[in-house]
């Protein structure tokens, strides 16, 4: 399962934070939801954006709250999804943005969700499938049908909803990061001309992406969840973070999905300086307590342990701006080190 375990790791990153510009309070609010809808729950995320007044929001946040309201709303339906040109892949991006919709509207019925899918997606191929584990089993055939057509895909479970991304360009890069365990060299894949990109895109009305993951092969970037792929933001945020991933899974046979996520967060808080701030943000606002949910668990602990370390309560860390950019940038190194001297 292979494939599951490697989708698993893509939303670690996401597309940059739009500078803070409502009120202190308002900005929690909108993180909150934010949160809610990457923990697969849009619904609660529904709840809290209709408890901010419009009149107090402003930009990409009013832009984020009206466009929420109304994807998943209760009478709401899947919006559709842009046309490729190709019929085939059209309804297979379709199936899967319309079980997304289901499964984030009403997360109690993600089951029924994932048996509508299967029976979508059965009809794609044009056979039966009996089980969840049968749709497992069929990644590989909608990824060799998708070359087929002039698109590539990532299938699997980015928890806890199924993963779909498609597109057709990939340029590949190989680019020198310098971690804190040690430099490493490493093989990017720059993914562009999307179709869909993946459930966190669609949770955040496309204000949150994932970024990219990791595997054998390399790094795989997801080209338009950055302002740029040269400067800090990408350097950090992508290569370091999943270069510590690829270093890690080389190294370390058992780490546990939110373990990968947790010393990449780590790796990008050692090396972040023009970054530190967005980066702090996008780990604050997706926080959760359950392992199933690796990224929202990673970014929990991330929190505790800087925080414990820089003797700062957990909330002061998330809102003070003020806080040291080079004091952080030690305490994630050394706690990095001694994780890996753990191990």
């Not at 832009?63 to 309804?91: H, I, N, Y």
């Not at 749709?135 to 087929?148: N, Q, S, V």
């Not at 990061?177 to 009305?205: K, M, S, Y």
């Amino acid at each position: 399962m292979m494939r599951l375990f490697l989708a698993a790791l893509a939303s670690a990153l996401f597309t940059q934070a739009a500078p803070a510009a409502d009120a202190p309070g308002i900005e929690r609010e909108i993180e909150r939801a934010i949160g809610q809808s990457l923990q697969g729950d849009a619904a609660a995320a529904v709840r809290s954006l209709t408890a901010v007044p419009s009149a107090s929001v402003t930009g990409e946040n009013a832009e984020l709250r009206k466009c929420m309201l109304e994807r998943f709303a209760a009478s709401s339906q899947a919006p559709a999804v842009p046309g490729t040109g190709d019929a085939w892949m059209d309804s297979l991006a379709t199936a899967y943005q319309s079980y997304w919709h289901h499964a984030l509207s009403h997360p109690d019925q993600v089951l029924a969700a994932d048996n509508a899918l299967r029976a979508k997606v059965a009809t794609v191929l044009g056979r039966r499938l009996e089980s969840g584990d049968a749709l497992d089993a069929a990644e590989a055939d909608l990824e060799k049908r998708a070359l087929e057509h002039g698109f590539h895909v990532l299938l699997g479970r980015t928890p806890p909803l199924r993963e779909f991304m498609a597109w057709k360009t990939t340029v590949v890069e190989s680019r020198p990061v310098a971690l804190p365990d040690g430099p490493e060299v490493v093989r990017v894949n720059l993914l562009q001309d999307f179709v869909l990109r993946g459930w966190g895109h669609f949770a955040t009305c496309g204000q949150r992406s994932a970024g990219g993951w990791a595997n054998d092969d390399g790094l795989f970037a997801v080209v338009p969840a950055y302002r740029s792929v040269t400067d800090e933001t990408f350097n950090v945020r992508f290569v370091a973070h999943e270069g510590q991933h690829y270093a890690d899974k080389r190294r370390f046979k058992d780490l546990e999905p939110w373990e990968l996520e947790y010393r990449g967060k780590l790796a990008e808080f050692a090396l972040a300086d023009e970054s530190q701030q967005s980066t702090r943000q996008l780990i604050c606002e997706n926080q959760g307590n359950s392992k199933e949910s690796a990224h929202g668990y990673a970014n929990t602990q991330v929190v505790r342990v800087v925080s414990e370390r820089l003797k700062q309560d957990p909330a002061a860390f998330c809102h003070d701006m003020a806080l040291p950019g080079q004091a952080l940038r030690d305490a994630a190194r050394t706690l990095l080190l001694e994780d890996t001297a753990k191990r």
